[in-house]
């Protein structure tokens, strides 16, 4: 009753059961006369008191959904039965079950209203008989035993909305963790790719192409064939080093092993100038503290491997370092008939991003007049929480 907010009570017990419980006991109260030490009097000469009776515990059978007009038939019942003076305390103990479950579910300015209503219609009741004065209990028993059921029904029913916060938030904390753990995954899951395309990219190009100059090369040209041949076992021998190391990792405790770096862009040079790509390399050195060399050989590594693949080897690979904060890199070659081909740059490209972006850093790539120019920034600085 408080707007949208849902007040329906915990329901331990069902209220069929309840209710049931609830009828009988008023039926008794109502009809027991008094308890001897070795027989029950039962008192039905009076219709018209036991008709009233029935009405009272019938009332009590819409409480669950209409609570409110339960506490009128009661009460109504209840204030009749004061003012023709029926001893019995059945109709009271239904009016105060009705009360009771009405501030179950009510809000407190209801609860406070419709308790008021009820004391007020009690006392009046007492008061219209006569029997009462300074001395007498009964409006003050009214008053209590009216205030009684209502606070007790709204404590209830702040212990239930204390049990469904609970349950809700404890639901909120395991749908979070859920997705905590899967956005963990997705993490793993593309460190691994990662990984792995570092681990086999420039092998797996090497033998590519290696393997179709030695095809080419085969009848005409042996040594050449033979030599494309041994080139292909060394990069095969070095995919099966990488995919060791790689899956070494994996199956570690998590922590990365310390990669390649700025001092190792030399001997990545000369690996790929043995591949037959010509490269005019520069790197202009810099104070780098915390430096991210380890991400900028990885924008180094992949440009060249793009390179290897679409590039016109007949032109140099233009690569040049600058390393400060941030550390800037271009890499400039002149594009291919093959370099029409584009999802594998695209790939690439789109590796080196998902590196580089994270840290704060920059990367694009872009067509200029027959040259594929990328140019990347990496923050040499290592930020708090990266």
Known sequence: MRGSTDHRPVKYIPYPVTTAVAIGVVIVLGTVESVGRETIAIRAEDAVHFAGLLIAA???ILRARWPLIAVAVTGAVNVVALLYEWPSPGYQVAWLIAIFS???????RMSIIVSSVCVAAGVAAVMLTGDWGWLSMKPLSIVITVLFAAGLGYTFQVRD???RTSAALAAAAEANRATEVERHLNAQRLATARELHDAVGHQLTVISLNAGNALEALDVRPPDARRALHTIEDAAAGLIEEVGR??????????ATPGKGLSDLPSLIARFQREH???DFRMTEGAAPDARGDVAYQVVQEALVNALRYADTAYPVRVNVVVGDPIVIDVVNHVS????VSAGTRFGLRGIAERVEPLGGHVSGERRDGLFVLQ???PSRVEAGT
């Open 376 to 378: 990347a920034t990496v």
């Open 277 to 279: 790509l010509i490269i």
């Open 337 to 340: 008939d093959r370099g029409t």
């Open 58 to 60: 019938s009332a009590l």
């Open 102 to 108: 009405f501030t179950l579910v009510a809000s407190l």
């Open 161 to 163: 909305e204390r049990v």
């Open 246 to 255: 790689v899956l070494e990792q994996l199956r570690s405790s998590g922590e």
